[in-house]
Nanobody
């Protein structure tokens, strides 16, 4: 069914920017809710941002609101996470997730498909 592959992670200086990409395969992509989660060292996996399938409604965690932007290009089967003003608390493995539901949710069990993750490290 849906396969997700993240890319774009790496090492960045505090205050810098980075754009993550998630390439999806599968005919259901355009109808899926897409989201980004992250898991920092010693922490639980947490919701970062999500975007609806057809109406472009977005949702962000308070910790990234105003700094991160999620977008999608259904023609390219790709979802993006543009990150700016990065700080050390943004260091984590970032995961792309897809849901067959109708709403952007913030819980892990709301997403059926997951990528393998990409490491983002912010140096201070």
């Amino acid at each position: 069914q849906v396969q997700l592959v993240e890319s774009g992670g790496g090492l960045v200086q505090a205050g810098g920017s980075l754009r993550l990409s998630c390439a999806a395969s599968g005919r259901t992509f355009s109808s899926d809710i897409m989201a980004w989660f992250r898991q920092a060292p010693g922490k639980e996996r947490m919701f970062v941002a999500g975007i609806s399938a057809n109406n472009g409604v977005t949702k962000y965690a308070d910790s990234v609101k105003g700094r991160f932007t999620i977008s999608r290009d259904n023609a390219k089967n790709t979802v993006y996470l543009q990150m700016s003003s990065l700080n050390s608390e943004d260091t984590a493995v970032y995961y792309c997730a897809a849901s067959g539901g109708y709403f952007v949710t913030e819980t892990l069990d709301g997403y059926r498909y997951w990528g393998q993750g990409t490491q983002v490290s912010v140096s201070s």
